[in-house]
């Protein structure tokens, strides 16, 4: 999120045809974007970020320059001053930021990579209208400025969307009507291939530069949103962007929004249904008490166990399906130190009276899902290196799941299996492995491709370490939990484990420059406790509700204020 404007205003995007480069229909859905940012003000959104109580010692002033000194922004103040000059129109030097010292709303779309790089920005400011208006006055086709096509109702007054080529690489489509200016930041958001104009498209447009004020956006409304009365910043995101695909399994829980009111106070909300919040109030804390305090990041979100199905039967039948009718519809996820980034502890509860039916179900799952995937070389000609002609194999289990069981307090039964590849986090007769391990601790199951991340949840079972649980937030049910320090750390060691001065010198040496007072700072975060007010009501609807924000060690920030 921190970095929304930077990607919203200094975008890249290829052209094509009359419009040079590499153009072509982009397949996204206007009505459903995937981040929003309204703003009071948009050219003070990245220096309200950097003065945010949780990020003003992780962003510098840097952040706010490299936006503002961003090619692409300097590529639009050129372009806009070649297009006065040559055409005789009335733009100041300073228009650009004069439009952006005013209300507006960008709405973003991932690319084919999963990077928010597709925006739409919507600016209410007469003066933007003036310099639209005013490009009806040029000459057409000029060499940066055409006629893209028009967009409007089938019986009125329609609006002339203009194409201005920014600079080589980058082509922005933006019309006007009454006081709203919409600018795309690809054609292919509005063209199809042909480079006709797109008839639903067009339409999500249309709605945009014909809301009336008071109104919102159809942006705005994808997201359940209502008027930002006496609001100065606010963004809100997709879960479904921010959990890389994986909300697919915890469809009720929507978006989360991050909002400064005009007093200068920062608030944290989540949109997700009544049931998404009656099945964290019934098992988060259960699992909380199950995952080790010396976590960097914890999350527990609630599950539609039903989607999860049909990949447990094509691994073991109807004993897999039974295993997920069986278990509690919340999970718990946690990185950490032991693990990584690379291999979080996913943590499940199984329903009271079934501890121990599903063994012989587990130890067939992980024997299956760590299956010696090694293909003959023949079969990886396709995925070779062009410049070496060598074949890179799948991983290989190197033997089979080896299980033992556990003695009082923490009960239960462990199974493992060496899984051997190259970026393996151990190593294993030579050679790096990971020792991918699902434990059942009572009804408790933990799971992880490092079984060290299990074994420090096998220590919480059986007291000898402490757990999340520990020092809960009264009135709170658990729904994110940070350790700067441990966060640090993790960081810390997974990036030199990746940026080798042998493999990458370069950026090696940058980032060992700029890196290290950056984690410094997400160090000194204390720790971060985000919850659900147990309270907290809602309809079969998904609805947005506030929640609890508590910091404690390493900063001086009230609890309360995210």
């Not at 909300?269 to 964290?280: E, K, N, R, V, Y």
């Not at 008490?289 to 999860?308: E, H, K, Q, T, Y």
Request: a neutral charge; glycine letters at 8%.
């Amino acid at each position: 999120m921190a970095g929304v404007l930077v990607v919203a205003i200094a975008v890249a995007a290829l052209t094509r045809g009359r419009f040079a480069g590499s153009f072509n229909a982009l397949e996204v859905d206007l009505g459903q974007p995937d981040l929003l940012v309204r703003s009071a003000r948009l050219s003070a959104l990245s220096k309200d970020l950097v003065a945010a109580p949780l990020l003003r010692d992780i962003l510098t002033e840097d952040f706010v320059h490299y936006y503002e000194d961003h090619p692409t922004r300097l590529s639009l103040l050129g372009t806009v001053k070649r297009l006065a000059y040559d055409h005789q129109l009335t733009w100041s030097d300073r228009l650009v930021a004069t439009v952006l010292d005013a209300p507006g709303e960008i709405a973003l779309w991932r690319d084919g990579k999963g990077r928010p790089e597709h925006f739409v920005l919507m600016l209410e400011h007469n003066l933007a209208t003036q310099a639209v208006l005013q490009l009806a006055k040029v000459a057409l086709p000029d060499s940066q400025l055409s006629v893209a096509g028009e967009v409007g109702p089938l019986i009125g007054r329609k609006s002339t969307v203009y194409a201005a080529r920014i600079n080589a690489r980058t082509t922005w489509l933006f019309a006007s009507r009454g006081e709203r200016t919409v600018v795309l930041s690809h054609p292919g958001l509005l063209l199809k291939e042909d480079g006709s104009v797109s008839g639903p498209a067009a339409d999500i447009v249309a709605k945009a530069l014909g809301t009336d004020a008071g109104e919102v956006s159809p942006f705005a409304r994808d997201f359940g949103l209502d008027e930002p009365r006496g609001l100065q910043q606010q963004i809100a995101a997709k879960t479904a962007f921010l959990s890389f695909g994986y909300q697919h399994f915890f469809p009720d829980v929507k978006a989360l929004r991050l909002d400064l009111s005009s007093q200068g106070s920062w608030s944290l909300s989540a949109q997700a249904s009544g049931a998404a919040l009656d099945l964290w109030r019934g098992g988060a804390t259960r699992l909380w008490s199950a995952l080790p305090r010396a976590s960097a990041l914890c999350a527990a979100l609630p599950l539609d166990l039903s989607r999860a199905e049909p990949l447990l039967q094509t691994l073991d039948g109807d004993a897999g399906v039974a295993l997920a009718k069986d278990l509690q519809p919340v999970a718990g996820v946690c990185w950490g130190r032991a693990g990584g980034l690379f291999a979080p502890t996913l943590a499940l509860q199984l329903r009271d009276g079934v501890e121990g039916r599903h063994d012989e179900t587990l130890a067939r799952l992980l024997q299956r899902v760590t299956a010696d995937a090694r293909r003959p070389a023949a079969d990886d000609a396709d995925d070779a290196d062009d410049s070496t002609g060598a074949a890179t194999a799948a991983p290989s289990a190197e033997q089979g799941v080896q299980a033992s069981t556990l003695s009082r307090p923490a009960g239960g039964k462990v199974w493992k299996r060496t899984v051997v590849h190259e970026f393996g986090a151990v190593k294993h007769n030579g050679q790096r492995a990971d020792v991918v391990s699902i434990a059942r601790l009572g009804p408790t199951l933990i799971a992880s491709t490092d079984a060290r991340a299990v074994e420090q949840a096998v220590a919480v079972a059986a007291k000898t370490y402490p757990a999340l649980s520990d020092k809960p937030v009264d009135g709170a049910v658990p729904v994110l939990y940070i350790d700067g320090g441990q966060l640090s750390g993790m960081l810390d060691a997974e990036t030199w484990r990746v940026l080798k001065p042998s493999t990458v010198p370069t950026f090696s040496r940058v980032a060992r420059e700029l890196l290290p007072p950056r984690l410094k700072a997400v160090a000194r975060l204390g720790t971060v406790q985000v919850g659900l007010p147990a309270s907290a009501k809602g309809g079969s609807q998904a609805g947005w509700v506030p929640l609890l924000v508590h910091q404690e060690a390493g900063s001086k920030q009230a609890a309360g204020t995210p």
